[in-house]
């Protein structure tokens, strides 16, 4: 927190940010320089909507909403389509329960970026929640089909397909993401455990095997290990 360079100081201000609830009131006071320097920093480009986006996800994690909103909206006034602060603001809205606003700038997202994983994601994401899963798992699906998805698309996914009763084409789905995005944890124990709820024991015991590889200490891959051993 005391070196002498600016871009080490910015680096440490924002790897504490999200634990500065759990700091110490000096702890607090010190950090709260440090982000008076990072914000500084930012403030040179902001006119970027990027910019404008990073303050936001900082002040969040200071626990000062509202400061984040404004950055938010801030860089929507510089880019109206800016998408990553078109989904954080909708995130925050439903967050904060201001639901009505919600939809529509996740409407806009897709209109700007259709072929956006992350935005027909968070769409599948709010339809879930509005329990209009007919609609959701639709964007659900697409979400992981696009080029920039992510692990967490298709664990969602899964859970809602088996949430509705669609157990094999979750599994299906799991592995295929598991091929895509291999060695992720979440992915391989949900797997597993939709595999051993429907008694495919040789199948599960597979992808338990890729679980040891990669966590063999883990407490829920010891206890499954111990379960097939019986």
């Known amino acids: 927190m005391n070196d002498s360079s600016l871009s080490v100081r910015v680096e440490i201000a924002d790897a504490l940010?999200?634990?500065?609830?759990?700091?110490?009131?000096?702890?607090?006071?010190?950090?709260?320089?440090?982000?008076?320097?990072?914000?500084?920093?930012?403030?040179?480009?902001?006119?970027?909507?990027?910019?404008?986006?990073?303050?936001?996800n900082l002040e969040a994690r200071l626990g000062k909403n509202k400061a984040a909103e404004k950055a938010l909206l801030q860089a929507l006034r510089i880019e109206p389509g800016y998408v990553p602060a078109l989904l954080n603001l909708a995130d925050y809205y439903r967050a904060s329960g201001q639901y009505a606003k919600v939809e529509?700038?996740?409407?806009?997202?897709?209109?700007?970026?259709?072929?956006?994983?992350?935005?027909?994601?968070?769409?599948?994401?709010?339809?879930?929640r509005m329990q209009n899963y007919e609609a959701a798992l639709p964007q659900l699906e697409t979400a992981i089909k696009q080029t920039d998805a992510l692990p967490r698309y298709a664990y969602v996914y899964a859970v809602a397909l088996e949430s509705r009763g669609q157990t094999p084409k979750a599994v299906d789905i799991?592995?295929?993401?598991?091929?895509?995005?291999?060695?992720?944890?979440?992915?391989?124990?949900?797997?597993?455990?939709?595999?051993?709820?429907?008694?495919?024991?040789?199948?599960?015991?597979?992808?338990?095997?890729?679980?040891s590889a990669i966590a063999?200490?883990?407490?829920?891959?010891?206890?499954?290990?111990?379960?097939?051993r019986q």
Request: charged share 20%.
């Open 216 to 228: 063999p200490n883990a407490p829920e891959v010891k206890r499954l290990i111990e379960k097939y």
């Open 104 to 128: 529509p700038l996740i409407k806009r997202a897709l209109q700007v970026a259709p072929d956006s994983g992350a935005a027909h994601h968070s769409y599948g994401l709010f339809l879930v």
């Open 17 to 56: 940010a999200g634990i500065y609830s759990e700091l110490s009131g000096k702890q607090q006071a010190k950090l709260g320089l440090l982000v008076d320097e990072y914000r500084k920093a930012l403030m040179v480009s902001s006119g970027s909507p990027a910019t404008q986006a990073t303050l936001a």
């Open 174 to 211: 799991l592995i295929q993401a598991t091929e895509r995005w291999p060695n992720q944890y979440d992915l391989l124990m949900l797997l597993v455990d939709y595999l051993d709820r429907s008694n495919n024991i040789q199948m599960a015991m597979k992808y338990l095997s890729s679980l």
